[in-house]
């Protein structure tokens, strides 16, 4: 095979893995943190695929924005409940409202309740 045509082939194999991976962009993206999704957004040169990249992100951070602002009381009383096994762990005793708590646990009961 001559050197023009194997060239030729090399750079039809890359932009072929190039398009596919633009296309597999939003399913192999790391939504976990805002620096993260940068990095690819910047990485993404289709305009398409970065709107979808962006929609995705801020679809899933939504629902968590959501899920704590529907659930407070049950954040509250898991961080509660978080320190005070630290504090238990580390041997120091510490003052609590045990009211979060109580809530947490009256929520659980009505859950098993309704199944």
């Known amino acids: 095979m001559n050197c023009i045509k194997k060239k030729s082939l090399d750079a039809l194999i890359s932009g072929l893995s190039k398009y596919e991976d633009s296309k597999n962009t939003v399913k192999n993206s790391d939504f976990t943190d805002l620096k993260s999704f940068i990095k690819d957004y910047l990485n993404t040169a289709e305009p398409k695929q970065r709107r979808k990249l962006a929609d995705e992100f ?37 003052e609590t409202d045990s009211s979060n708590i109580t809530n947490l646990l009256e929520m659980i009961g009505e859950s098993a309740n309704d199944i």
Do not use: D, P
Not at 60 to 82: D, G, P
Not at 83 to 94: L, Q, S, V
């Open 58 to 94: 801020r679809k899933r951070h939504m629902e968590l924005y959501q899920f704590l602002k529907e659930n407070a009381e049950l954040v509250s009383a898991e961080t509660e409940i978080n320190r005070i096994m630290n504090a238990a762990g580390a041997g120091e005793k510490i």
